[in-house]
């Protein structure tokens, strides 16, 4: 099965030269190319892509107004937002992560990484690597943006006990696999219980089991260290 990708970035260049590397891959293709959020909508809408690779900073609407547009849009529920970034807008990624998007990745990304990534975002999973994401969460997901209300605790009822602690792991930016190995489990089954649990609680995809993980209580970071 083709993987079909929505690029929007102003930058032409950019575009062009991730539409070559998408479009050498057998299970990869570029469907449409977007320069700015609200081309990138109305293309989203006409092409129903598996993945927008999302630029942040464009002129007109921005890809942080784009995906909240993209991902509150329930037509467009399976159509994932991986955002591209550089270091200095954490700030706006993480909105994005609380808008809906499925991860992010940094514009001096190599190639192996951008198309494993996209391959890792199309299978449902979130592009949140472990040693990258930590210091991203404990900064930003933890401190909600002034009219944004926490998420009662209430919302985890529903979930077992094996779930929530596979929620939690997942959290603390732990891979299947690490989670598998410290409770003693196979990969297949924390899979499992991590879309049971995506299920049960509406998340579109891992990134927001994350976001909900934290805005219930389930997980609090620890603050950096000074």
């Known amino acids: 099965m083709t993987i079909r990708v929505l690029l929007a970035d102003d930058q032409a260049l950019l575009r062009a030269t991730f539409r ?47 995906t909240a547009a993209l991902c509150a849009d329930p037509d467009l529920s399976a159509t994932r937002v991986l955002i591209l970034t550089t270091f200095e807008t954490e700030d706006y990624v993480a909105q994005a992560l609380r808008a809906g998007a499925s991860g992010f ?26 040693a990258a994401t930590r210091s991203l969460i404990a900064r930003f997901l933890l ?5 944004t209300h926490l998420a009662p605790p209430e919302r985890l009822a529903d979930l077992t006990v094996r779930e929530r602690e596979v929620m939690a792991l997942a959290a603390e930016g ?25 299920t049960k609680l509406n998340a579109r995809d891992r990134a927001q089991l994350v976001v909900i993980a934290y805005q219930t209580g389930l997980v609090r970071a620890v603050p950096p260290a000074v």
């Not at 977007?34 to 900073?57: C, K, Y």
């Not at 990745?105 to 951008?114: Q, S």
């Open 105 to 130: 990745l940094g514009k001096d990304v190599t190639a192996d990484t951008l198309l494993a990534g996209l391959r890792t975002v199309a299978s449902g999973e979130a592009l949140l690597s472990p």
């Open 174 to 198: 732990r891979s299947n696999t690490e989670i598998a190995e410290d409770l003693v489990l196979s990969p297949l089954t924390v899979r499992t219980h991590i879309h049971r649990a995506m």
């Open 20 to 66: 070559i590397l998408i479009d050498s891959c057998a299970d990869l293709e570029v469907v449409a190319e977007a320069s700015d959020g609200a081309e990138a909508v109305e293309l989203t809408r006409a092409h129903h892509p598996d993945i927008v690779l999302m630029d942040i900073r464009m002129p007109g609407t921005d890809g942080l107004t784009a």
């Open 143 to 147: 401190a909600p943006a002034p009219d």
